[in-house]
């Protein structure tokens, strides 16, 4: 928590100053307007797209290299920026900083497939004509495997790399690639088996098998094939001249040819390697089939896989939800990982999606990740979002780190103040720290509140705070008095507000030692306000009506609220549909009867009034 945050700056960095921008050209005028903007709300995704598409019709290196870097620090899953960003270098001709800018584009968002092709491209494009160019490609095509190679639709990815390889000879390592990939469930999985199959008819198999898979093989076949080699050997050997041009940095003109000798197969060998081999992996493609088909359904529901602003549909958020749950019920760690990461990009400024990751995280023990998957999200996606920081302050808290724990609801309310929950987190923490004393002193606690109930913007905001301070006064210091003044004191700011009369009424129910007359008086406070509506007022009656029948010892009063109250009930343009007789009313003659005695009786309309049973009815 030390520091100030990276998105604390965005927008604070830009450069206004008109003889900076160079002179008044229209295009430079709309650029000082649009950094205007983004400097007033450094939250306004719009204005931000907007300055990044002036500040590529004006090359100006700084002002650009600013509007990109603020942006992609409160919006790094934009992986197409990163893309313009990396251009915007070449095109300047600033090679290594271009470099730079993808390999922070790939930081921050590794499962981009886009994005590795884009930066693989470009390191073919330099890589031309140097020593280890090969390698180093080879290397970043790895690093884009191992990264995004789980994707879903990182199918591209995949072949290019197998094709890549094949281009350059490499049989043996594109054979170990397609090894990978016919167990990795991806969306072309069929496709990828079909080509395959096309490469293994193509090769010779010594050239796609390790040594130990080739004998193996042999051993398997031979027995089976003895009979159709007549006496000829599996393979005969034959020579060629090499003169395939280096990429590697070689002088050309000094490169020889180079005498080749390989194996030429028999065409019975050939078939019957070219059949183990398929079906060997057959099996694979057919689990990897069933990986598939099972992910199929929450896939096919995945209609915006890429980050946005705009907020996800419901039905998005919950295939995501049930994407991961299904996921986390199969326990393969890695893959749960990739999803999480996935879901992320998605859902980035869905701050229960940030926890659900960390608490599962939690769960493995690895506390580590969790803090730093709480860290990514109140740091970078969800900075003015208080949900998030309570759930990372209570994962302090809960790990014993009392400071960090207040330090992160500290910041954020200096950041984004007067949030409510985030005052009533810190309060609680205070009185969980107070609590582990013996005899806990709540005076500062109380200040507290005393102070934020001063400081409300307004009197709902104030009451909602004095509810607070009367129950803590009734449930930690026992001082049901005091409880009881705040809550008066509260009244006679708010007269109108309903919580604070039904508190008052459960304040007087809370204590086995409170008397009827405590209570009464709070029912009465509440039936007989002039600032109360009708309705509310009813309701309370009610409830007075129910202790005196259940809890009072004097009939006398219950009789008398009885008459207080159906004149109450009279007030009402339409008869209220709850009534004394806990029951709806219902219509005999001009009066009403107690729903039960109707149920009871089986009253029929039909039946002669002298009939009928004798009923009592109170007006």
């Keep these: 928590m030390n520091g100030q945050p990276a998105y604390r700056n965005i927008g604070q960095n830009v450069d206004l100053n008109h003889d900076a921008l160079g002179g008044d050209s229209l295009e430079r005028l709309m650029m000082k307007d649009a950094l205007r903007a983004v400097k007033d709300n450094q939250y306004d995704f719009d204005a931000w ?8 019709k004006v090359n100006d290196e700084k002002a650009s290299r600013d509007a990109y870097d603020g942006f992609l620090r409160r919006y790094p899953y934009c992986y197409g920026y990163w893309k313009k960003y990396a251009d915007f270098e070449r095109n300047n001709k600033h090679y290594e900083k271009c470099l730079t800018v993808y390999e922070r584009g790939l930081e921050a968002i590794p499962l981009s497939v886009d994005l590795w092709l884009s930066y693989i491209a470009y390191v073919k494009e330099i890589a031309q004509g140097q020593r280890q160019a090969t390698a180093k490609i080879r290397d970043v095509y790895t690093r884009a495997l191992e990264a995004c190679g789980l994707e879903f639709r990182s199918d591209k990815l995949w072949v290019e790399f197998i094709d890549w390889e094949i281009s350059n000879g490499e049989f043996d390592k594109a054979m170990i ?3 990978v990939l016919i167990s990795t469930p991806i969306a072309l999985f069929a496709s990828h088996f079909e080509k395959f199959k096309q490469f293994v008819n193509s090769q010779e198999p010594d050239r796609i098998l390790t040594s130990e898979e080739y004998n193996a093989i042999t051993d398997l076949i031979y027995p089976k094939i003895k009979d159709s080699l007549d006496g000829e050997p599996l393979f005969f050997m034959e020579e060629y001249e090499d003169d395939s041009i280096p990429i590697d940095g070689e002088n050309i003109e000094e490169v020889q040819p180079k005498t080749v000798r390989r194996r ?15 079906n060997r992996k057959h099996q694979l493609y057919l689990e990897n089939e069933r990986e598939v088909s099972i992910r199929w359904v929450y896939e096919n529901a995945i209609k915006r896989p890429y980050f946005h602003v705009k907020p996800l549909e419901r039905d998005q958020l919950r295939n995501w939800y049930s994407y991961l749950d299904f996921e986390i019920r199969t326990g393969k760690k890695t893959r749960i990982l990739f999803l999480f990461e996935r879901c992320m990009i998605a859902c980035a400024n869905y701050e229960e999606m940030w926890i659900k990751y960390a608490n599962y995280l939690e769960q493995l023990d690895d506390l580590a990740s969790a803090r730093a998957i709480y860290k990514r999200a109140t740091g970078i996606h969800c900075p003015r979002k208080p949900g998030i920081h309570l759930a990372y302050s209570a994962f302090e808290e809960k790990l ?5 724990s207040e330090a992160i609801l500290t910041e954020f309310d200096r950041r984004h103040p007067d949030y409510i929950s985030i005052h009533l987190r810190l309060i609680s ?3 969980r720290k107070a609590n582990k004393n013996g005899n806990p002193d709540y005076s500062s606690l109380v200040a507290k509140y005393e102070r934020l109930i001063q400081d409300s913007p307004s009197k709902k905001v ?5 509810l607070k301070l009367a129950r803590f006064h009734t449930r930690f210091r026992h001082d049901r008095k005091l409880a009881k003044k705040v809550l008066k004191e509260a009244i006679s700011k708010d007269k109108d507000n309903v919580q604070l009369y039904l508190q008052l009424v459960d304040l007087a129910y809370s204590s086995s030692h409170s008397r009827d007359s405590e209570i009464i008086a709070a029912f009465d406070t509440a039936v007989d306000s002039k600032d109360l509506g009708l309705e ?4 309370f009656s009610l409830r007075k009506m129910e202790f005196l029948e259940e809890m009072s010892g004097d009939i006398s009063r219950l009789h008398q609220h009885i008459e207080k109250h159906l004149a109450l009930e009279k007030t009402f343009d339409t008869p209220p549909q709850m009534t004394i ?18 149920d009871q009786k089986h009253l029929k309309e039909e039946e002669p009034p002298e009939k009928r049973p004798k009923t009592e009815i109170m007006d």
């Excluded at 797209?49 to 590529?56: A, F, G, M, N, S």
């Excluded at 030429?264 to 398929?278: D, G, S, Y």
């Excluded at 014993?400 to 960090?404: F, L, R, Y």
């Excluded at 509310?536 to 309701?539: A, G, K, L, S, V």
């Design 177 to 179: 690639l397609f090894d």
């Design 264 to 278: 030429k197969h028999n065409e019975h060998a050939l078939k019957a390697f070219r059949e183990e081999i398929i």
């Design 429 to 431: 923490i205070e009185r």
């Design 581 to 598: 007789f806990h029951g709806k009313r219902v219509p005999l003659f001009k009066e009403t009867l107690p729903q039960q005695l109707v």
């Design 49 to 56: 797209t907007r300055l990044l598409k002036i500040v590529e």
């Design 400 to 404: 014993g780190d009392i400071e960090t």
């Design 536 to 539: 509310e007022r009813y309701q």
């Design 462 to 466: 104030a009451s909602f705070w004095a």
